[in-house]
């Protein structure tokens, strides 16, 4: 089934390349007819990002530079979207880093800077690029954020990404109940493990894709597509009665317990 969100305009946040998360939600909701905003993180992503972009052939979508780690940044960013767009209608939050040092080994080594690093990125960006989104959504909205069972329980390797994943999972929940009167819903799609540029990082990673695909209930692994569709549910109004959820995008291995 083909949802509409044609009138609408979303704004994608992190897309770094065709394997992106986010450009899996882009397609999606490019496809249901929605006008696109696209941020990317510095001048260094700009031309890929670019290139993407121009093969949906929509003259409508915006594409901006938006550094999360500076409010400065993010002010711009949300005042050029105003004066360009007006009103938007959703957000798409897929953006995380940590230090590739602090994604193997024991948990515990991990250094205060890298602690305050990943949180940063991963974690207070949502609170930040709500708080400004919010004032472009006044007919209502729906943020949506990326998370990872990792914030739920000790994953190997995944260590501090895991602590800023489960500040993030919180994030979710007291955003929901701050932006609910403005008829603001704020969710995640929590995914299952997919190969991408910050997949790269985690240290070991193709044995948790393995893992997956032997013992997932579906027995195979996520794609960006099906991420990509349950955003577009997500931001579309067959989910409006849903807000502050964990939606588990991930063959279903997060209900077993052995
Ligand atoms: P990706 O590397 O394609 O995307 C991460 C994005 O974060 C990149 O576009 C990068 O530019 C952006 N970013 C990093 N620092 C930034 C900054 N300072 N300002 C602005 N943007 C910044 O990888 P992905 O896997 O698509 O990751 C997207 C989201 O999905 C992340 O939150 C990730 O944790 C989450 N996730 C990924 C998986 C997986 O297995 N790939 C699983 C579950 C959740």
Redesign the pocket.
């Known amino acids: 089934m083909v949802l509409s969100l044609e009138g609408r305009t979303y704004v994608v946040?992190?897309?770094?390349?065709k394997?992106?998360?986010?450009w899996g939600i882009a397609r999606s909701l490019h496809a249901a007819g929605a006008r696109l905003v696209f941020t990317?993180?510095?001048e260094r992503?700009e031309k890929e990002v670019r290139a993407l972009v121009d093969t949906l052939e929509d003259e409508r979508s915006l594409l901006l530079p938006?550094?999360?780690?500076s409010d400065d940044d993010i002010v711009r960013c949300f005042a050029q979207i105003k004066e360009q767009v007006g009103v938007i209608h959703g957000l798409a939050h897929?953006?995380?880093?940590a230090n590739k040092d602090d994604l193997s080994g024991e948990y515990m080594n991990v250094s205060r800077d890298g602690f305050l690093l990943a949180h940063n990125?991963?974690a207070y960006?949502l609170t930040a690029v709500a708080r400004e989104a919010k004032e472009l959504m006044t007919e209502g909205g729906s943020i949506v954020?990326?998370?990872?069972l990792g914030g739920e329980r000790v994953v190997q390797n995944y260590n501090i990404?895991g602590v800023a994943?489960a500040a993030l999972d919180a994030s979710v929940k007291y955003l929901a109940n701050d932006l609910g009167k403005y008829g603001i819903r704020v969710n995640a799609i929590?995914?299952?493990?997919?190969?991408?540029?910050?997949?790269k990082g985690v240290s070991d990673f193709n044995s948790i894709l393995k893992q997956i695909e032997e013992r997932a209930p579906l027995r195979r692994t996520t794609t960006q597509e099906e991420v990509g569709d349950a955003a577009l549910f997500l931001f579309s109004d067959l989910s409006r009665g849903i807000t502050g959820e964990i939606i588990h995008v991930d063959s279903g291995y997060h209900i077993l317990g052995y």
């Open positions: 946040m992190g897309v770094a390349n394997r992106s998360i986010a990317y993180a510095g992503f938006c550094d999360v780690t897929c953006i995380a880093y990125i991963s960006s954020t990326l998370t990872y990404m994943k929590s995914a299952g493990p997919i190969r991408t540029l910050s997949a």
